[in-house]
C-alpha cells in the first residue's frame, strides 16, 4: 500500500489529465496516472521560469516514456508552462497535443513515444551543460519500469555513469506493469535499485507518488558527485480505483459513465 | 578522404566552439588530435550507436553542433530510428559522418559492405546526404554543413582522388559527342572517368550530393544523352538509379536509363573493392562491357 500525500499541484493535474484523456477518447490512463507526482516533484524543484524564457543554462525535462503525454500536458499547464485551452484540445483534430509527448508544445524538449529514446538524449544534455559550465544545470528523465527493457538505456546509462555525470536526475516509474501484462512475468528486473547502483549510480527508492518525498531525493542527487536514480515506487492507473493495477488501462479510454466514476473517486481522495 | 574531412573538422573546431565531435570508438591514428586539443567538445560514447545519436541530439538541445562519426553501416542502421526522431524529427543540424562506403571494406565481409545505408538514410525527410567524390569537394563541405544548420549524412568513401577538380553539388563533364551519359558517385566515379577518356562519345555526371537533387541541375544533359548509364556501389533501387528514374519520369524526359549496381549481398570474399566492382559491372571493364551492350541493343532496336 502506497500512502499518499495530498498535493495541491498533483490532484489539479490528475483532474486535468482524466479530463483530457476521457474528452480526447485517449488511451494511457495507466500510465499518465502513476507518473503525475513525479512529473509534479521535477517542476517543483526547477526553475520554471528559465523555461519559459528558453534560457540555455534551462534545467530540461525529458518525459521517455511519451505515452504519458496526458499527465505531462497536465503537469504543464498546472504549472503555467502550457495555456489550459490548448491543454483542453489534447488528442483532437488538429492540434498540436498528440497522444505521445511532442516538441510541437514549446515546453516540451524531446519528442518522444518510441521507447528508449529519452534518456541517451538527456545523457547527452547532461553533457552539453556541463561542457558549457552551466552549474547546477541538471537533465531530467522519466522512464518506465517496462522502458528498461530497450538496450539504448544501458549504453546511456555506463556511459554517464562512466562520465559520473552528477547533473544528470534519472526517474523510473515503476508501475510494474508494462504492455499487456506485469514486467516482471516479462523480464524480471527486481531490485532495480540494486541494477542501477552496480551501474555507478546514487540510487534513491521512494514511494513514487509522495511529492516531498521525490523532492528530497532530487536534492540529494544535487548535492552529491554522481549521476541519481530514483526509483518511484508507483501504481499504474493510481487515483483511479477500477484502473489501478489493471494493464487494460493501457489501451483502454473513458465513457461518460467510468469519467464520472473516475472524477468522483478523486473527489472522495481529495 | 576521411582525413581531408576530420582534418577540415579539426580547424572548424579551432574557429567555432559550438561544434562538438564524437565517435563511437573508431578513427584510431585520426581522431586523437581532436581530444587532445578540445577535450571539452570530444566524446567518444563507445561501441554504442544508437547512443552516438541520442548523445548528439541532446547536445544539441544544449546548443551544440554535433559531428558524429562512425563506419557508415553502423551510422545508418544500428541506430535508424534513433536519426528518424530523435535528428530529423527535431530537424537537429547534426552531420553524420560515415567513413567507408560501397566495397571499400572489401574483405570483412558483407556487414561490413556499404550498400543499402543512403538509399535507407533517404527514406527520412529532411536529412541531406552527400557522398563526396573528390578531395576538391570533401575539404570544404564541413564548414558548408555546420554553416547550413539541417541534418546531414556524409557518405565518405576511401581514397584521395584530385578528379573532379570542383567543389559543385553536381559535376557534369560532357563528351565531345553526346551520345550516352554515366551519372556515378563515389569511388566508381573514378572508373566511370576512365572510361569517358578514352572515348569521345560518353559523358559523366558526377554526383557529390545524392539529396536534394534539383530537376533544374541536371536536366540539361539528361534531354542531350538518348542513354543513361547509372553506375553506383549501392543498390538501385533506392539509390542513384531509382532517383533519376522518378526524376526523369516526373519532368517527361525519357532517356533510356541502365543501372550497374550490386545486386543483393554477397557472402563471397574478396581482397579489394576491385574484386565485387568486377562481380557487378561497376570497375572500367564493366561499364565499357555496359556501354557496348547498350549500343547492341539499340542496333537491335533501330
Known sequence: MIATTANANANGARRRAIDMIFAGKASHLGTSMSLIEMLTAVYESIDVERIKRQDNARDRVIVSKGHGAAATYAVLAQFGLLDEATAATYHTNGTKLAGHVSHAVEAVEHSTGALGHGLPVATGIAIGLRSKKYTGSRAFVLLGDGELQEGSNWEALMLASHLKLSNLVVMIDNNRISSITTTSDVINMLPLAERFAGFGFEVYDVDGHDVAAIKAAIASIAAGTRPGVIVCNTVKGHGVPFAENQPIWHYRSLNKELYETAIAALAERE | MRGNIINAVFDRMARDERVFFLTADMGINLVERI???????????????????GVSAGLCNAGYKPVAYTISNFLTHRCFEQIRNDIALHEYPIVLLGTSAGFDNAPLGPTHHIVDDWGAIAGIPGIDIYCPSSVPFAEPLIDR????????YVRIPKGEPAEPASTADIVYLPGARAHTLIATYGSPAQN????AAARDDVSVLVFNRLRPIEWEQIAQPLRDHETVIVVEDHFPEHGLYGALCR???EAGVYPRIRSLAPQGYNLTVGTSAAYYEAIYGIDVAGIEEGLRALEAAQLVRS
Open chain 2, 145 to 152: 554543413l555546420l554553416n547550413a544548420g539541417r541534418p546531414a
Open chain 2, 247 to 249: 526524376l526523369c519520369m
Open chain 2, 35 to 53: 581530444a587532445q586539443a578540445y577535450p571539452d567538445r570530444f566524446l567518444n560514447v563507445g561501441i554504442a550507436e544508437q547512443n552516438l545519436i
Open chain 2, 192 to 195: 566511370a572517368l576512365a572510361v
